[in-house]
């Protein structure tokens, strides 16, 4: 501050300048929130029109990373002893080898995994490459590349009620945004456009709750260590006692 300045802060005209700019630069940092969740709100819409598109759905994703909201899951996740030190180590992406999967015991997670990708016609790499810089977009890119184990171990099908019933696990266990975001525009969407079959969403999503309260974080487990485990000894250490298979959501359905 130079001796002019002085001066007049002598006066008290600068202070009447600083909190007018402090002012302004709330509003403005009001209007880039405002302007990041109309565009949140839009990709959300487009999920729901593309009817759950992946690179729709990698866009709002994407959308999270540099947020609050993103700062609070990475908070919760490295709060996670397993999660923090998948974070620490950067533990590379998924990369599943199916040949090799679909040779091991039928009962393994390894196999269960390699059945579903396969018999969904699933790309093993469909989810949208990213770098793993950050903190943010390391777990974001874990979560993506890890969701159909999720899938397996919890025993949700890949029908909406099953893709929002899985989801609510890792809403619930770390506040990952976009799965907020997606839980509970599948709840309102169903309800306001089909509400004979709300009950059926609304049960899948609070089973997935439960889940995620009962059971270990499952965005910080090590899956490729233990590819040849029983999926029910992974159920029994992760704490899923009672899995959505047998469920109108469940993957036995």
């Given at each position: 501050?130079?001796?002019?300045?002085?001066?007049?802060?002598?006066?008290?005209?600068?202070?009447?300048?600083?909190?007018?700019?402090?002012?302004?630069?709330?509003?403005?940092?009001?209007?880039?929130?405002?302007?990041?969740?109309?565009?949140?709100?839009?990709?959300?819409?487009?999920?729901?029109?593309?009817?759950?598109?992946?690179?729709?759905?990698?866009?709002?994703?994407?959308?999270?990373?540099?947020?609050?909201?993103?700062?609070?899951?990475?908070?919760?996740?490295?709060?996670?002893?397993?999660?923090?030190?998948?974070?620490?180590?950067?533990?590379?992406?998924?990369?599943?080898?199916?040949?090799?999967?679909?040779?091991?015991?039928?009962?393994?997670?390894?196999?269960?995994?390699?059945?579903?990708?396969?018999?969904?016609?699933?790309?093993?790499?469909?989810?949208?490459?990213?770098?793993?810089?950050?903190?943010?977009?390391?777990?974001?890119?874990?979560?993506?590349?890890?969701?159909?184990?999720?899938?397996?171990?919890?025993?949700?099908?890949?029908?909406?009620?099953?893709?929002?019933?899985?989801?609510?696990?890792?809403?619930?266990?770390?506040?990952?945004?976009?799965?907020?975001?997606?839980?509970?525009?599948?709840?309102?969407?169903?309800?306001?456009?089909?509400?004979?079959?709300?009950?059926?969403?609304?049960?899948?999503?609070?089973?997935?709750?439960?889940?995620?309260?009962?059971?270990?974080?499952?965005?910080?487990?090590?899956?490729?260590?233990?590819?040849?485990?029983?999926?029910?000894q992974w159920r029994q250490e992760l704490g899923i006692s009672h899995p959505a298979n047998p469920f109108a959501y469940g993957l036995d359905q």
């Amino acid at each position: 501050m130079t001796a002019a300045d002085l001066a007049i802060t002598s006066n008290g005209m600068p202070w009447l300048w600083l909190v007018r700019q402090q002012q302004a630069l709330a509003v403005m940092a009001r209007f880039k929130t405002l302007l990041q969740t109309l565009k949140q709100a839009r990709l959300v819409v487009e999920v729901g029109r593309q009817k759950g598109e992946l690179s729709s759905v990698a866009d709002l994703v994407d959308s999270f990373l540099e947020t609050p909201q993103m700062e609070a899951c990475l908070k919760r996740f490295r709060a996670d002893p397993d999660g923090g030190a998948l974070l620490e180590e950067r533990y590379p992406p998924l990369q599943p080898d199916l040949e090799r999967m679909q040779q091991l015991p039928t009962n393994s997670l390894g196999f269960q995994y390699a059945r579903l990708i396969l018999e969904q016609g699933y790309d093993p790499d469909f989810f949208r490459p990213r770098p793993v810089e950050s903190d943010a977009q390391w777990l974001t890119q874990r979560i993506a590349t890890t969701h159909d184990i999720h899938h397996v171990v919890a025993g949700f099908c890949t029908r909406p009620e099953g893709e929002a019933g899985v989801l609510a696990i890792t809403a619930m266990q770390i506040g990952f945004p976009a799965y907020i975001s997606l839980t509970n525009a599948a709840a309102i969407s169903r309800f306001r456009l089909q509400p004979e079959s709300f009950g059926d969403m609304s049960q899948a999503i609070s089973h997935g709750i439960s889940l995620g309260f009962g059971a270990k974080t499952l965005a910080a487990m090590r899956w490729e260590d233990g590819w040849d485990k029983p999926l029910e000894q992974w159920r029994q250490e992760l704490g899923i006692s009672h899995p959505a298979n047998p469920f109108a959501y469940g993957l036995d359905q």
